[in-house]
């Protein structure tokens, strides 16, 4: 299954080389975030996305790629006082006129336990998860919603759906890829 998924998003990354109007390789878009989970409690993580295929369509242009984030996040669930978990997901996103990114992948859910946390307990699957993140400024600042599935009972956790609202501050190495008039870049490297 696992090597099903990286073929596909592989093929998928080829594929839109073709297409692309514009190849940008140093579109690397590190970030981190803060935020909070229903039901469960604060959240916090980092993350990095690249994203060089550059479209234009028509009223403005639109980056695709591929993500990865690791979020941290605590409960106080059915088993234990209060425990740490954490999120790793993957997937690909689209990245519209530096101001909205959406992003859908798979996620997997870690949850260390007992003296020192020597003893973990992973989710049985992969799960999905989709986001959906909005930059009023176009300038790095970014607020969000996520929501995922962390999987079996068996963690302690006492929700089945986490729905996080976030903030968060990704940093776009490529800054002239999506210039503005309107919303100047700043430390734009000269021509």
């Known amino acids: 299954m696992k090597t099903l998924v990286f073929y596909s998003f592989f093929l998928l990354f080829l594929t839109t080389n073709i297409y692309a109007f514009d190849f940008r390789p140093g579109m690397v878009i590190p970030g981190v975030h803060a935020g909070y989970i229903f039901g469960a409690g604060?959240?916090?993580?980092?993350?990095?996305?690249y994203s060089p295929f550059v479209f234009d369509v028509g009223s403005g242009k639109t980056a695709t790629g591929l993500y990865a984030n690791a979020t941290w996040f605590y409960s106080k669930g059915e088993?234990?006082?209060?425990?740490?978990?954490?999120?790793?997901?993957?997937?690909?996103?689209?990245?519209?006129?530096?101001?909205?990114?959406?992003?859908?992948?798979?996620?997997?859910?870690?949850?260390r336990w007992g003296i020192n946390g020597r003893?973990?307990?992973r989710s049985k699957k992969v799960t999905m998860e989709a986001d959906l993140s909005?930059?009023?400024?176009?300038?790095?600042?970014?607020?969000?919603?996520?929501i995922f599935f962390p999987g079996n009972a068996c963690f302690g956790l006492d929700?089945?759906?986490?729905n996080e609202v976030y903030a968060a501050?990704?940093?776009n190495f490529d800054r002239a890829a999506f210039s503005d008039p309107m919303f100047p870049v700043f430390f734009q490297p000269k021509p």
């Not at 006129?97 to 859910?109: C, E, L, P, Q």
């Not at 909005?134 to 996520?146: A, D, V």
């Open 42 to 49: 604060i959240s916090f993580g980092g993350e990095v996305s």
């Open 134 to 146: 909005y930059s009023p400024t176009r300038n790095g600042e970014y607020i969000g919603y996520r």
């Open 169 to 171: 501050y990704r940093y």
């Open 79 to 111: 088993l234990y006082t209060q425990t740490r978990y954490r999120s790793l997901s993957g997937g690909a996103l689209m990245f519209s006129d530096n101001s909205i990114m959406f992003r859908a992948g798979v996620n997997k859910t870690l949850l």
């Open 119 to 121: 003893n973990k307990t």
């Open 159 to 162: 929700i089945g759906t986490a």
